[in-house]
């Protein structure tokens, strides 16, 4: 297809370790064609797994065109698919969303939609409805730690299946599969012995010969006074062959956990914890018995006949659930890369064409982290030939969790090995460091890893790049957290200052809290670090959990709730008891006992904010309530201002979230209404459900001094000048259950079809004992690899500096943690002179922590310094009272005060003009029309005949009549009595008054005669007396005498005569001379 | 005759008024926008009012095709997505005919040699637009009809002026001012050089100083200069946290320029807001704070649709099982016959799933009626239609709602309509249609001489300033881009055009006149510019800067990157270089602290609450144990201190307790069978059914079929294995759900016991059913800190079976037996794992899932209960500590949701173990 433009390369790969300037390169290559004219712009597709990175990679590109002169170039991009692989999916779905059949107009569905398009598709399913019968039997418990109750485990668990076959595309048929998920099952767990209802029946045997023989309870036994805990294992023994025994041996059938308990059956007797004579005996025979539980085979055909039905419920909810989608118009994340991999493979579908022909080039960033679906996506774009450049790293692929296959990118590489170019120069660390990073990826990796040639453009003054934190003795994650935060603080203060290279302004300066990051494996032991360093004095930055629960936002939602319900005494109660009331709860609860109202501040402005229009949004309501109570102005002398302030924008914005968001999406959540009870249960709601839906938004981003606190996840694609790699104890092992995307023979299978062969390996639970680790086993490979990748990005996020914990306590450990992993993996030890590395010893400065000191951390108050800019920089001020207007129109000026000169006059010209408009009540819409009938006939009395077309009414031929002869009579006394020379209808006046304000209006009619001018203006009021006309004439003299005061400064020349009101219902002027 | 000068839009309207003002007062002459100059057209003219509905015949012809490009996802989808279809295909063939112009047709483009998608797009235009019967729409249809009137239906003529491109206009515009001018230069009046003149020289040009880098990038950016300036001592950009301090530090700015006497007046400086909805509000609530008048500011406020947003909430209430925020909602509405404190109160009720529901006082008889036909369910469409015409007659008539009343009523007669014409009720397509609608109230709009001038994003600049302040520059804005379309990409429109010699515009076309209006705005300034870059939106997400800030690095001398000309504020190095920024004093925060201190009054605190009688309120084993885990959640109850929040429907603990109870309360009762598997499994799941229509009746819809299945299984089996176990200890049931009462230190109690037991030998066991497993429930027995059994066996030592409650005579007397003599033993039955738990002692026999604990299970639970009763009784209320929770759970197996209160939760003395004295501080919530 692309043959004739292409002289790009059609594949590159760009095999880029850390810190080898992928994003510069690729930006410089894209740049470099557009320059060469090889892609246009707006042409280029270049996907990336983050919108951080997607916009960073389109400004830099931007940058690079606008400094190569290519400005329009430059325009363009803003057309070009620069973006993350989601919102490329989704912008093919909404540019062909007709060719693929789909609305126009899809939606993002949130969590409540899935929970209830999942539930009822759950419900629906015959298969699911089995399954749920024997969830616990299944292996499904729950977890007190997630709160999670053992239903929503499987829901969960059938999303989470749902997501890994999606992301396989589920393209083969739901039996092969099923039939794949089984084998597999069977091949791990290996040869059974027997049959299941012969090994039941012995067991059952050998427990009733057991109760028959001890019928009783030991650990009631009045003979011997057994210890607490011998007497509570007896206990339970006692109750599992009950268990065990009752139904003629029912549970035995099905309960392996019961089996598995029966093998663990106290059978030792000590002299202080006799056993009967003869117990232990036929406890032994139990415990033989129960012994054949890993080789029985009835937990296997269990196992299998779960993970089958499983696979076929989830199949059956994905059917409905995506049919339920696509009729609402909605699509999730997955949806973005399916259903625009599905028109693009659809050989019926001519997106694929279509789209080619707007294409010069692919890019993919970070392409390790795809998952095969979209990679899917991608390659049907190279395999026509489209230019492409992929650039990925191995070493840094860890995003495993979130589907991604980074065998795929290995794939490409292993199938293309001329058009692979590697990456052996780093722009980021030192040299001194470069030679450790490239210590630990010969370790880590071995022969895969690439030297990489230290090109970092300054030389580091940093004196020990590598520090090394050890402890021979147990540490908690609080005492580590304070070693490290003391080296830290030590850093930051020493004398004389340590330097780091400043890339922005390019020179060497002291190192501020701003050049450091701790990085952690779990976000909840970054809180440690957080805790220890703002002892030390030293302020973070770290995505803080609980916004909900801060005291700012507290305030305002019980602010809230008291506008909401005045009679929400609890509201009031905390309001009164909190900052901005008492700061005590006696007095609080004082006023609550003794059933007296909560007035005074803040009350009565609450209470002035909630006498407002009832159709106010809850969004409104909170900006007055924190403008009521400057709550801005309140938390800026706070403790935690910045976090306070920030907390409190982000409540604002949920409120106009919560409003702009669709209502339907909102009500499938139970949430209907949209007053401020309904917000605060969808917030709450949405605070919950979401993982980081609780977490504080950052207070500040230009702060120089706060240490950065983050994930080694998250810190992938980061750097700073020196960063501490914490946590190293952190323990990890394959998690049960699992599911897994496989390939079965992925050797040969071809990259076109990788969808068609992809499977879904299931690893269940099992109960006994050794049987997890069978299949752990088969997870275990990949997980080692997973660690070495996160190691290996931890370890390369820093510039000049890292800081290492080393919990050399756990050499002995069989368990495996982050650090044996690299220990063994890399072969690193501590040796007096550095870090040895299989011989090649690296020098670095070593702390030996003797014993626990925890409490190293020197307890520097924490300063509270408020920010000098903004709110505090404010004075407060008062409007000032008058204001001159910008412009007005005559017509706004009603009764506006002002002295009426007097000297009107009345003259009758005609008689009363009583009309009744059908179907038209408003007297304003009834004037219009008696108005326009005077604008189009004055003088024409020929188009009495168009006027209905001109009133935009049907009006009866009576009503025209009276019209029309109203306005003749009126025109018959102006011709009369003042002889006009012109008479002009809305006539336009636009001058300056003299404040300098713009007029501009209509008048109704003027009339300029021998000598002068007159303004006359129609009014159909009510006035059926003179003195009422008198009254009303003063009324509307301010917006006349601004027509007068208009026509004098427009007609300089002229002269203004006077003032002529036509009461037109009644046949009557007023007349008013001007002198 | 009218001279009309034509304007881009209505802030370049006021800017040409002002010009031709100041030239001295006018007659005739109106300046405005394009509607202005239609509504203007339209008073001059006599026309005939209009004849076709385009949306109507679009909406009909568009499902008429079945191979139309549209059609396979017309049919895929459901109404609501419809309409965004028909509204998206109309408003494309709107443009096509736009741009064809009055004199082309569709027909024209239908011949073309196109691309085949393309080509099918555009005869199926084609094809549409001949099946609505060619008409127009309605904004091509008013020229049309302009271009065909015949000379008498003009009043007065009128001549446009204007300026090529400023605004840009289609050919349909272009005929009618032809048409308009044309037909004016027939009558006498000439045109008026002085007012072309006037236009002409309207829009702002750069004004900078001569040689300033303010001047040189109104004049070169978006552009490659061939020299670059070096300083930028006119120019700044400023990045910050967010829009709020946008608007704060630009109030300061200007604060600052007035006391220094840079600026004299606020009306020196300009400020110009991108066009995200938000910064009005800011900015508003910030400098009027500061005391700073703004001009030009307009500020679109939605509010909410009350009247549909009643009716839809109706809807859902009738639609059984209602949902209780439907209810809620509607009971709260401003729109009830009700004050909102009684709704209020209502709605608490049913949140909590009472659904026992009594019009509130003094609301009348319509608030009974209101109620009842809220509440009750409809069955037929003629019923429901009746029910609907009564709701609209009881909405309350005070005038703030009249409108929405007006608006709720409108919608029911179309939706009786609807239901009348129908044969079943088709409750999606009714609430559908009954969807609440974006309603704006009348906008805040301010303008004043004295006042900062406020532009706004792609609108023209009206007023020439010596300092502009531009807010927002973060990606997306100055220039805003706009988006493609997926029907005609711009290359399809190129090609279109080309083949077709009609000019289509493409969004590069209008993307550079965004350029060209920033470009305008900027040239307003004649003397400085500052720019806001905010890092982070509301809620916290990272913004990228503005597009323009690199094309304005390119100016400079020595800047490499965009990222150099940013200076943040938030930076001590950084705010070294800014200027005109004011700053407060470098203070530090002292911690503002609650008083933890353990309040005290001078009042008997068991009174709370008591009856008026003067007799105390009696206590609950349930309450009792609210105050051995926190005496302040105790009195909060009694105070009726509860937070008063609405949650959705959930299957919770909760629920999933009060329906095993109530399963368990009817299955084992006196006198029914023990024995009969078959039985209970029937049993189960018919009294299931019964209470969850009683309690929980959104479970019976489809989405909770998991959860329903599961509670069942789960019930059925601690059924059997009770069953079972109560047939092995040979128990008789002799009373269930039955309420006690007795004295605890001579203060009443009274509570109601699960289940009564009558064991042989004259034993009596009070049974208590949990939904939970025995784990925490075992390790507070024996820490001695378990309270509810102890307190039945207390009533019924000190009291008995409560008065007047229909109990049978026989188990009164049943039960008063044991007063005084006979064994009372307790025991929990665990329902997760189905062990029970006794308090007796050598009472039963080995049986595997029934444990004895005869140590005495309560006694510090006791002890704890009345020392804190005896607090209270003086006056003093101790407060919990932070470390209480984990102790409580830890140490005594209590369960410590008493703790999550919010007050309860703030006030917490620091923990013992000396936590630091931070704890308490306001900053630590
Ligand atoms: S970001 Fe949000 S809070 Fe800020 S102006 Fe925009 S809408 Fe408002």
Partial sequence: ?1075 | MIHFLLTPDSASALHVRRLVALSGGRMNVVVGTWPELLMHATNSYILPPPADDWTGRLAEAIGDFDDAFWSRSYKTVNTAEREAITSIVGGHLSMLLESLGPNGSMQQLQSLELKSRLQRHVSDFAKLHEKMGAILPPALRQVREFLNAGPERVMRTITVYRIEGWPRLNLWQHALVDHLNTISSASAHAVSLDLAAILESAPFKPSGRQNSSLRFMQEKLFQLPDKRVLDGSSLQWLSVRDCLQEAEVAAGMVQTALRNGSASSSADFGLLLPSDPGYGHVIRSVFDRAGIPLSGLVIENSIRDLGREAVLNLLDCLDKPAPVLALASLFVSPLMPWSSDAGNRLAQRVVESRFDLKAPAGSGDSGQRMLDLIIESVKSPSALAERISAFVKLLDKREVVSMHRERAATLCEELRADIQASAFIDWVALKSKAAPQQLSAAPYTVQALEGVAVFNEGREPWRQVKHLIVLGCFSGHYPATEKTSGIFTDDDLQDLGEKSGISFEISSERNSRQREIFMRQLGAASEEASFFVPCRNALGKPLEPSSSITFAAVLFDGVEKAEDLLLNLESTSHLEKVRGVPRAEAEVAEPLRLSTEDPEFAANLLDIGAGADGTRGSETPSRLETLLVSPLAWMLDRLRLKPQEWTPETFDAKAKGILAHEVFEHLFAPGEPLTDERRIEEQVTMLLETAINKSYPFLNRDEWKVEVGYLRQEILKSARRWGAMLRTIGATVAAAEIELEGTLDGRPINGKADLLLELEGGRLVVVDYKKSSSGTRKKRMEAGCDLQAELYRTMIKTGGVRAGKGVAEETVSFVNRFRNAGEIGTLYYLMNNQVALSNTSGWFGDIGSLEEIDTDVSAKAMADVAASLRDLESGLLRLNSKSDAEEFYKKKGLSTYALELPLVKVFMKPSEQGEEGEATEVADA
């Fill in chain 1, 1 to 1075: 297809m692309h043959e004739e433009k292409s002289q790009l390369n059609a594949l590159t790969i760009v095999s880029a370790g850390a810190g080898t300037g992928k994003t510069h390169y690729i930006q410089q290559e894209l740049a470099k064609w557009v320059k060469e004219k090889l892609a246009a712009p707006d042409r280029i597709v270049a996907v990336t797994f983050t919108e951080t990175a997607a916009a960073e990679l389109k400004s830099r590109i931007r940058e690079a065109l606008v400094r190569a002169g290519m400005l329009e170039e430059a325009l363009l991009l803003d057309n070009a698919y620069i973006s993350t692989i989601h919102s490329f999916g989704l912008r093919l779905i909404g540019e062909f969303a007709f060719d693929a059949g789909l609305s126009p107009s899809s939606r993002l569905l949130n969590d409540d939609e899935v929970r209830l398009l999942l539930g009822t598709a759950l419900a629906i399913s015959d298969r699911a409805n089995e399954l749920i019968e024997n969830l616990e039997h299944d292996g499904y418990t729950g977890s007190f730690d997630n709160k999670l109750t053992v239903e929503e485990q499987f829901r969960q668990r059938v999303l989470g299946l749902a997501g890994k076959l999606r992301s396989v595309g589920k393209s083969a048929s739901p039996d092969s599969f099923a039939k794949y998920a089984e084998v597999r099952i069977r091949a791990i767990y290996g040869e059974t012995l027997g049959d299941r209802e012969t090994w039941r029946q012995a067991l059952y045997t050998s427990v009733n010969a057991l109760m028959d023989a001890f019928p009783s309870n030991l650990a009631r036994s009045r003979d011997v006074e057994y210890g607490v805990t011998i007497r509570k294992e007896l206990w339970d023994n006692y109750r599992d062959l009950t268990r065990a025994r009752s139904d003629e041996g029912e549970a035995l059938k099905t309960d392996w956990k019961l089996w598995e308990r029966l093998r663990k059956l106290k059978s030792k007797s000590t002299k202080k914890n006799p056993l009967p004579e003869g117990y232990i005996e036929a406890v032994q025979a139990v415990i033989a018995a129960a012994e054949r539980l890993p080789a029985n085979p009835g937990p296997l055909e269990d196992a299998v006949s779960h993970a089958v039905n499983l696979l076929g419920a989830t199949f059956d909810v994905l059917n409905t659930f995506s049919e339920e989608k696509r009729r609402r118009g909605l699509v999730d994340y997955t949806d973005m890369v399916s259903e625009a991999q599905r028109m693009l493979t659809d050989t019926e579908c001519t997106v694929l064409s279509a789209l080619l022909e707007r294409l010069d080039c692919l890019v993919v960033d970070e392409f390790q982290d795809t998952n095969p679906l979209q990679f899917s996506l991608l390659w049907s774009l190279t395999r026509e030939k489209l230019p492409t450049v992929v650039v990925g790293d191995l070493k840094q692929a860890i995003m495993g969790f979130q589907n991604a296959d980074s065998r795929l990118f290995g794939r490409l590489g292993a199938d293309n090995p001329r058009d692979t170019l590697t990456q052996d120069t780093n722009y980021r660390s030192s040299a001194r460091l470069m030679e450790w990073i490239n210590l630990i990826g010969n370790g880590l990796f071995g022969a895969g890893y690439t030297e990489l040639a230290p090109k970092a453009k300054y030389d580091s003054r940093v004196e020990h790049p590598l520090e090394v934190i050890e402890s021979a003795t147990k540490l908690s994650a609080k005492a580590w957290a304070a070693q490290t935060v003391r080296r830290i603080s030590e850093l930051l203060h020493a004398s004389p200052a340590v330097e780091v290279y400043d890339k922005q302004l390019k020179v060497h300066r002291a190192l501020r809290g701003g050049d450091i990051a701790v990085i952690c494996y779990k976000n909840k032991r970054l809180e440690e670090y957080a805790a220890e360093l703002r002892k030390a004095g030293i302020r973070c930055r770290l995505e803080e959990d609980g916004w909900l629960e801060t005291r700012i936002v507290q305030i305002a939602w019980h602010c809230l709730s008291c506008v909401a319900d005045r009679g929400d005494t609890h509201a009031a109660a905390y309001l009164s008891a909190t900052e901005l009331g008492h700061r005590s709860l006696q007095p609080a609860l004082a006023a609550a006992i003794g059933k007296r109202p909560f007035d005074g501040f803040p009350f009565e402005k609450l209470d002035e904010v909630a006498a407002g229009n009832p159709d106010r949004t809850v969004g409104d309501l909170l900006d007055e309530i924190i403008e009521q109570l400057d709550l801005f102005g309140e938390v800026s002398s706070w403790t935690d201002a910045g976090a306070a302030r920030a907390n409190l924008m982000r409540l604002q914005h949920e409120c106009r979230e919560f409003m702009s968001s669709n209502r339907d999406a909102i009500a499938s959540g139970g949430y209907h209404g949209s007053g401020v009870k309904t917000f605060q249960a969808w917030l709450k709601g949405k605070v919950e459900r979401d993982r980081d839906g609780n977490l504080q938004p950052e207070p500040s981003v230009g702060d120089d001094d706060a240490v950065q606190l983050m994930t080694w996840h998250r810190s992938k694609g980061r750097e700073w000048p020196v960063v501490a790699v914490c946590g190293m104890d952190q323990k990890d092992y394959p998690r049960l259950p699992a599911e897994t995307i496989e390939y079965p023979g992925f050797e040969e299978i071809a990259l076109d079809g990788i969808l068609e062969d992809a499977r879904i390996g299931i690893y269940p639970t099992f109960a006994a004992n050794e049987t997890p680790r069978t299949f752990q086993d088969a997870l275990w490979p990949e997980l080692r690899e997973t660690m070495d990748r996160l190691l290996y990005v931890a370890m390369t996020r820093a510039r000049e500096k890292v800081i290492l914990e080393w919990p050399s306590y756990m050499q002995d450990s069989t368990q495996t943690t982050y650090w044996s992993r690299f220990v063994s993996r890399s072969g690193a030890s501590l040796t007096p002179e550095g870090m040895a590395f299989n011989g090649v010893v690296y020098p670095c400065l070593t702390v030996h922590l003797a014993g626990a000191e925890a409490d190293a951390t020197e307890h520097n108050v924490m300063m509270h310094p408020l920010s000098v800019i903004g709110r505090r920089a404010i004075e407060k001020g008062k409007l000032p009272d008058v204001l001159t207007p910008e412009s007005i129109t005559p017509s706004s000026l009603h009764n506006v005060a002002c002295t009426v000169p007097g000297g009107q006059r009345e003259e009758c010209y005609g008689s009363e003009l009583v009309l009744d408009f059908l179907g038209i009540t408003d007297p304003m819409e009834k004037g219009k029309i008696i108005h326009r009938a005077f604008e189009v006939l004055t003088g024409h009395n020929e188009r009495k005949t168009m006027l209905a077309d001109a009133v935009c009414y049907s009006l009866a031929p009576e009503q025209v009549d009276a019209l029309s002869a109203a306005v003749s009579s009126f025109d018959a006394w102006l011709q009369s009595k003042f002889i006009p020379r012109q008479i002009e209808t809305e006539l336009p006046l636009l001058v300056l008054d003299k404040n300098g304000t713009i007029v501009s209006g209509f008048a109704d009619m003027v009339m300029e005669t021998a000598d002068g001018i007159w303004v006359i203006d129609h009014k159909s009021d009510y006035v059926p007396s003179e003195a009422l006309r008198a009254e009303r004439f003063n009324t509307y003299y301010p917006q006349l005498k601004c027509y007068v005061d208009a026509l004098k400064a427009a007609c300089p020349d002229k002269q203004v005569r006077g003032i002529i009101l036509n009461w037109v219902s009644y046949g009557i002027a007023s007349v008013m001379d001007i002198v």
